[in-house]
């Protein structure tokens, strides 16, 4: 007999020494609860504590499993680096923010003059605490606790958005969306998704009659800047299932004017979305219904191609570089009035690791804005660190990943 068996035939023992309950147990217990008597209420507490302890126990014990925990759980280190890898083959992070995916870009062509940029996508999987490729979705946001994933299949626009266990790696449900869907993202706390919709691809490029790269060669790809396919977008709750459309209307370059793939965000309390512009003034805002909203004051001097935005108590804005094209730092900025009130090491700030510590790309002194890798900075010291190897190349070419950040 071995060690679970006889466990198993202990307790079992044990059950059967034990008295029956009588009919009017329960009638007694709830009777106790009702006159709150406090050494009644521990007693009544404690016995059925053990009453559930002994039904999972007994499972536990013949499944052999040990309690499930995520690989960005596990290893607790304030800092977790690879600065000789590119892409990253393990986990990265720093403070509560980790590096939950990354993806590359790809052309394929569907005609002489017609083809789709694709994203590539490599998760961390939960088990292994590795970066898997995949090349079955075309767009995913990562969860705050990195246990779920919204995920896209491959032909856009979308008719479903999946939600995805990074521990199984295998799709729970889906979530269908009418209209057709071309990206995803979650609320800060995960409770919501904002969905945009789109008529067409917002990843379609054409060959135009154009040396778009300054390589002397015309006929190069390129995105039809003059026209948006965006519909509006879903708030979907991710609990229920539930979403409701919001359209909206078609931005002009009066207006702002937007990219062909130009996404929406929440705000930082997830009561309104934003898009970016174009041109000035860099953001819109809406309400979930769609109607154009004045943007929260807080909120006035972010720029929506500065992914770090706000600082976690709100204090302080991730602002634009503050340089040239071989400048390695960038602005901090007081949310209110968008002055700066520190620089800080960085190309581009990325993430908030806490409320002084930030996350950038960080070019090598002396290259370009292609050689490049993650650090993590912190404001009011000189001290970096190197989280991952150096990128290189430009994205056209492959040969440049693109991190997904989300809370651990």
Known sequence: ????ELVR???????????????????????MRRRRRTRAFASAAAATAAVVTVAVAVPLLGSGKDEVRLASEMNRSDIIAHPGQTPPRDLIAAGDT????????HRVERSAKTAVNTRTYSLLDQKTGKYVKTAKWSFVSV?????????????????????????????????????????????PDGGKLVATTYSENPDLVYKADYDSDGDGKKNDWMPSYDQS???????????????????????TSESGGVNPRQ????????????????????????DLKGNKVP??????????????????????AAGDFAGGAKTTASEILDPYTGKRVAKVHGQQLLAWVDNKRLIAWDIEPG???????????TIGSDKVVPLSGFRKGDESGGGRWTPVFARR
């Open 229 to 251: 396919h965006r519909t509006g977008f879903y708030v979907v709750d991710v609990g229920s299932g539930t979403s409701s459309w919001g359209g909206v209307e078609k931005e």
């Open 295 to 316: 943007e929260p004051a807080k909120e006035k001097y972010l720029h929506w191609y500065v992914q770090a935005r706000l600082s976690p108590d709100g204090k302080l």
């Open 9 to 31: 035939e202990s307790l079992r023992e044990q059950a059967l020494e034990q008295p029956p309950l009588g009919p009017e147990f329960a009638d007694r217990v709830l009777a």
């Open 367 to 377: 290259t370009n804005e292609f050689h490049n890798r993650l650090m993590l900075v």
């Open 263 to 286: 996404d929406f965000s929440f705000s930082a309390d997830a009561g309104l979305v934003y898009s970016g512009l174009t041109s000035e003034p860099s953001e819109q805002y809406y």
């Open 1 to 4: 007999m071995n060690v679970e």
């Open 143 to 187: 969860a705050p606790g990195m246990r779920t994933a919204a995920v896209l299949e491959k032909k856009l626009p979308a008719k479903r958005i999946g939600v995805l266990d990074l521990l199984t790696g295998k799709v729970e449900r889906w979530i269908p969306a009418a209209r057709g869907v071309g990206s995803v993202e979650f609320s």
């Open 98 to 105: 980790a590096l939950a995916a990354y993806y590359t870009l």
